[in-house]
C-alpha cells in the first residue's frame, strides 16, 4: 500500500497522528489529507460500534484497513449500502472525497463488521455452474443456466455464526462469488452488464443437502434459505478493483483443511451473461445479490458424505476480496 495512505492502517489507540485527535473511542480525526490518486481502492462495508450504537456504513482502501466512517460524516449517504444504491449516483465520489480529506477513521478492532449488504430486493443464485463441480456429481454440463433464490431474511455477516436447524443433518459448504447490482438493469445486453454492476463479495451458499435433494418435492428453495444461510461479507469491493473477474481463486477451509479450491475461470455462464440472462426475466434493482455457483469439494459430494456439525469453523476466500470466517453452532 502507499505510504501515503498506510498511517490508517494504525491503531485507534494512538491519539495523535500527524495533527490527528482521538476524539472518542475508537474515532480519530484526522489532519491529513490524502491525494486523489491514492483513494482509488474502496471496499465498502457495514458495521456497529462494539461500544454500541447504530449500523453505519464505511469504506476502507485496503482489505483489514481501518474504515471511513462515511455515513457519519455525510448525512446523505444513508447507513445501508442497499438503499445508498438506491438513491443513485455519488457513493462512490462522496466517499472519495471523504477518505482524500481523512475523516471519522475507526479502528476495525473497534467494530462488529455486519453484512455488505443487508435486506436486498432479491438473491439470486444459479447451480451447477463450475465444471468441477458437475463432474464431481457426474453430471453433464448444463446447457441453460438452472436458477434458484435464497430468501434476504437468510444473510448473516462475515463472522457472525451458522445455526443448525433441527430438521436437517445435512448442512453443506458452497463458495461462491456474489454479484453486487448497483443499477437497475431491464432487457440488457451481456456488453452493457459491467455498469450496472455495483461490485463483488464472498458468500457461502450454506445448503441442506436434504430438503435440497429429497424432501418437499426437491425444491431448493426451502434447503437453501433457512436462517444464517448465506453469510456474505467482509465488504464488496467495487467492480474497477477487480481486473478481471473470470480469473478469480476462491476457496473453502473447514476446520482448517481446505475443502474447495477453484478459480472463476471454470464459470459456465459467465457473469455477463448470467446478469444480461436474468434482466431480461425481471428487472435487477440496486442492491439485489447474485451468487455465481460453487466450484468442486462440496460435502455432499465426497465419499462418504461430509457435513457441517456443531464447533466446525468455516472459512470463505476469494482473491483480492479477503476471507470470511464462520462458527458453526
Known amino acids: ?9 494504525l491503531s485507534a489507540s494512538k491519539k495523535l497522528l500527524n495533527g490527528g485527535v482521538l476524539n472518542k473511542p475508537g474515532l480519530i480525526s484526522v489532519g491529513r489529507h490524502f491525494s486523489a490518486s491514492s483513494c482509488k481502492e474502496m471496499r465498502f462495508v457495514q458495521f456497529k460500534p462494539k461500544s454500541g450504537g447504530p449500523q453505519r456504513l464505511g469504506a476502507q482502501v485496503s482489505a483489514d484497513g481501518d474504515i471511513f466512517d462515511i455515513s457519519a460524516v455525510d448525512s446523505s449517504i444513508p447507513s445501508s449500502l442497499v438503499k445508498c444504491l438506491q438513491t443513485g449516483h455519488g457513493v462512490i465520489e462522496k466517499t472519495r472525497r471523504i ?15 455486519l453484512s455488505p449488504i443487508t435486506k436486498p430486493d432479491k438473491i439470486v443464485c444459479i447451480a451447477r455452474n463450475y465444471s468441477g463441480h458437475c463432474e464431481e456429481q457426474n453430471a453433464p454440463k448444463p446447457t441453460e443456466p438452472t436458477f434458484f433464490s435464497k430468501f434476504p431474511s437468510c444473510i448473516v455477516g462475515p463472522y457472525d455464526d451458522i445455526v443448525l436447524p433441527p430438521v436437517t443433518n445435512s448442512v453443506d459448504w458452497e ?24 461490485g463483488y463479495t464472498i458468500a457461502q451458499d450454506i445448503s441442506a443437502r436434504d430438503w435440497q435433494k429429497e424432501r418437499n418435492g426437491g425444491q431448493y428453495l426451502l434447503g437453501k434459505s433457512m436462517d444464517t444461510f448465506c453469510p456474505l461479507g467482509p465488504s464488496v469491493v467495487t467492480r474497477d478493483q477487480i481486473v478481471d473477474v473470470n480469473d478469480l ?35 435487477l434493482c440496486p442492491g439485489d445479490v447474485i451468487l455465481t455457483g460453487t466450484p468442486a469439494g462440496v460435502g455432499m459430494s465426497r465419499n462418504p458424505p461430509q457435513y457441517l456439525k456443531a464447533g466446525d469453523v468455516v472459512e470463505s476466500e476469494i482473491e483480492h476480496m479477503g476471507k470470511m470466517c464462520n462458527k458453526v453452532v
Do not use: C, W
Open 1 to 9: 500500500m502507499p505510504s501515503k495512505i498506510s498511517f490508517v492502517l
Open 249 to 283: 481463486n476462491l476457496k473453502t477451509i473447514v476446520n482448517g483443511v481446505q475443502k474447495q479450491s477453484g478459480n472463476t475461470s471454470e464459470l459456465i455462464f459467465k457473469i455477463d451473461f448470467i446478469v444480461s440472462y436474468l434482466s431480461q426475466i425481471f428487472t
Open 99 to 113: 477518505i482524500a480529506a481523512g475523516q471519522s477513521v475507526v479502528s476495525l478492532q473497534d467494530v462488529h463488521l
Open 175 to 198: 463458495v461462491e462469488l456474489a454479484v453486487v447490482i448497483g443499477e437497475t438493469a431491464k432487457a440488457i445486453r451481456p456488453d452493457q452488464v459491467h455498469k450496472h454492476i455495483f
